[in-house]
């Protein structure tokens, strides 16, 4: 019997990965593409994708998703193997060429215009996902405050009609972003939304043909709107924040995921 710490240290011991790192002809980072490391031969393959630029979750089934595809030009792969924290090169860089396969018969958008929608298009999306994913927490944190007023030393009427207040102010700032609740439950249209209007932009990353007007145009409709839902997420966040306090002036139990102070 080895004993209970060396079947721990084994229980913790995690496989070796290989890494695959791609970098464009500028040393600018494209995709790390990730397999475990197994032995004899084997393959690690890069669709020729960028990396995601979509929220990161520690949600069950989340997974890394793809970019849009690259330009063609001259990039660089390096070998990588990870074990125990330590990253080793093992292989690389090597250059190769992305080269069209074919020209598509109608002339669509330069490879620059191409790669400035997307970056563009990047910089908006994670801007908007940071402010969606603070703005998607603040009903958990509602509904949370919602029980431990229930559970406090002292009972406050005040902070029952101040905390039903601030969640009709988040209702109606959910529905002025968002699409009408009732309209959803007969599954009739509403109207755009600033993620519908990044899905059409993204949609001009499909192909090499885009992006389009179209595409162009909503992705600027959706810039427009992002700065003004910033500065309203910013707003309906401090008085959540505010009403968290003097809810916990009142003394209830510990909230989960409120942290230790």
């Known amino acids: 019997f080895p004993g209970y710490d060396s079947l721990t240290k084994e229980m913790r011991e995690k496989p070796a990965q290989l890494l695959l790192s791609i970098n464009d002809s500028n040393g600018n ?10 032995k004899g031969t084997g393959k690690i393959v890069w669709d020729l994708k ?13 997974r890394q998703m793809a970019g849009p595809f690259v330009t063609p030009g001259i990039y660089t792969a390096t070998l990588y193997i990870q074990k125990d924290g330590n990253l080793e090169k093992i292989d690389g860089p090597v250059d190769f060429g992305v080269k069209l396969l074919r020209e598509g018969v109608l002339k669509g958008a330069s490879f620059d215009e191409y790669n400035s929608h997307a ?11 940071k402010y ?10 509602l509904n949370l405050l919602d ?4 559970l406090t030393e ?18 109606t700032m959910r529905d002025k972003y968002g699409t009408n609740p009732a309209k959803n439950e007969i599954g009739e249209w509403d109207k755009p939304t600033i993620g519908s209007r990044l899905s059409i932009a ?9 992006p389009t007007g179209m595409n162009k145009y909503n992705l600027e409709v959706a810039k427009k709107l992002v700065n003004e839902y910033k500065d309203d997420v910013e707003s309906i966040h401090a008085i959540v924040e505010d009403l968290e306090e003097k809810i916990k002036n ?11 102070n």
């Open 119 to 129: 970056s563009d298009l990047a910089l908006v999306y994670k801007e908007y996902s």
């Open 50 to 62: 960028h990396k995601s630029y979509n929220t990161i979750t520690s949600r069950s089934g989340w």
């Open 29 to 38: 980072l494209i995709r790390n593409v990730s397999k475990n490391a197994t």
């Open 202 to 210: 993204s949609q001009g990353l499909s192909t090499f043909y885009g």
């Open 147 to 150: 029980k431990a007023l229930m």
């Open 154 to 171: 002292s009972l406050s009427e005040e902070m029952f009609m101040e905390l039903e207040k601030v969640k009709n102010q988040y209702l």
């Open 250 to 260: 009142l003394k209830h139990p510990h909230i989960s995921g409120s942290g230790i």
């Open 132 to 141: 969606y994913d603070t703005f998607s927490r603040l009903q958990s944190k």
